[in-house]
């Protein structure tokens, strides 16, 4: 089983609509979780962070958090062509070390 | 603030060469990891410093290398290289044990 797993892509939305993003993790004693974006070409960008269950909302994007089942979201509402790139899930294991996840390619159309 | 920067971005190397790729972290950011990444393997953790210390290491072989100086800035190291070492080589920096903001990264091709 890998650490971090992403919902398989790519993911294609209509501009305006809402894109949702998932991940789950395997090490129970992860405390901190971070989703960053990479478009083609450049290096990951930090969007959001979480360490406590329950909602995060910054803007148009919105990271949900469950410890229990392990899983970690992010909701990007009203979705632009501007957000098409990859999303790269990534959880804080064994100290300062990030497991990113393989990436979810997101394309929105207009 | 500034942000990471790393040089050089573009390298070209030859098999068994050594390369030297350097970072200089958000001014007061202590940490700083070393990540790579490749279409395969997507992005894979090198190692880790703060304080001049290394606090944490992936598990890539002994050929990789790094260090971090007084200023926080830090190097990392590949010695005899080989083709799969060909990669995107980023830089994170934070302020403590929280968000990590990378650099643009290194491009390394070795022919």
């Known amino acids: 089983q890998k650490e971090v797993e992403q919902n398989s892509g790519p993911l294609s939305v209509p501009e305006g609509a809402i894109a949702s993003l998932n991940c789950t993790y395997s090490?129970?004693?992860?405390?901190?979780f971070f989703w960053y974006r990479q478009y083609s070409g450049k290096s990951p960008e930090l969007i959001m962070s979480?360490?406590?269950?329950g909602d995060k909302e910054d803007g148009r994007f919105t990271a949900q958090l469950n410890k229990a089942s392990q899983y970690v979201s992010l909701l990007i509402r009203d979705s632009q062509p501007s957000d098409s790139a990859t999303y790269l899930c990534a959880v804080e294991t064994s100290g300062s070390r990030l497991t990113f996840g393989e990436g979810t390619q997101l394309t929105v159309n207009p | 603030k500034a942000g990471v920067t790393q040089t050089p971005r573009y390298l070209i190397k030859t098999r068994g060469q050594q390369v030297t790729l350097s970072c200089s972290p958000i001014?007061?950011?202590?940490?700083v990891s070393w990540y790579q990444q490749t279409p395969g393997q997507g992005l894979q953790f090198l190692f880790e410093y703060f304080s001049e210390t290394q606090r944490n290491k992936g598990n890539f072989p002994g050929r990789f290398s790094g260090r971090q100086f007084s200023n926080s800035r830090s190097e990392m190291n590949v010695s005899t290289l080989e083709l799969g070492d060909s990669a995107l080589y980023l830089c994170?920096?934070?302020?403590?044990?929280?968000?990590?903001?990378f650099g643009p990264g290194t491009r390394l091709t070795v022919t």
């Open positions: 994170a920096s934070s302020l403590e044990l929280r968000e990590q903001y």
């Open positions: 979480i360490y406590s269950n």
């Open positions: 090490d129970r004693v992860s405390q901190s």
């Open positions: 001014s007061g950011h202590r940490s």
